[in-house]
């Protein structure tokens, strides 16, 4: 068990590492779109959790869904640069559809875990 969490400290260092070094290229130079540094987020942080995947390691439900939170407000951000949009993604849509994604994510992992005799509908 020891040898499990001393590698996982390890893979964590490793994901700040890359973290800090993303931020501070995206806040130095002005010509990287904001949503690379924060899709970029997303894909390490999804990286962390895949790589304790591949070694049998327990990953964090945490990690995974601020990962998938960070890429769909990345891509979001990077959307009408990559796309010709017939409408403008605003930033109060591009943060509607995060809280949305996370609602999604919240029910999609709690509802499996309701035991069936405690739902009773009247009626």
């Given at each position: 068990m020891d040898k499990t969490l001393s590698?996982?400290?390890k893979f964590e260092a490793?994901?700040?590492?890359?973290?800090?070094?993303?931020w501070g290229v995206t806040a130095l130079f002005d010509f990287v779109?904001?949503?690379?540094?924060?899709a970029g987020s997303g894909l390490i942080l999804?990286?962390?959790n895949a790589v304790r995947s591949l070694r049998d390691m327990?990953?964090?439900?945490?990690?995974?869904t601020l990962g998938i939170l960070a890429l769909v407000w990345g891509g979001l951000e990077?959307?009408?640069?990559?796309?010709?949009?017939?409408?403008?993604?605003s930033d109060r849509a591009i943060f509607a559809i995060v809280l949305i994604v996370l609602g999604g994510i919240l029910l999609t992992?709690?509802?499996p875990r309701i035991p069936k005799q405690s739902i009773e509908i009247p009626r």
């Open positions: 590698l996982n400290r490793i994901a700040w590492g890359l973290l800090f070094i993303l779109p904001g949503g690379v540094g924060i999804l990286g962390l327990p990953t964090k439900s945490r990690t995974t990077l959307t009408p640069l990559l796309f010709d949009l017939p409408f403008e993604l992992r709690e509802l």
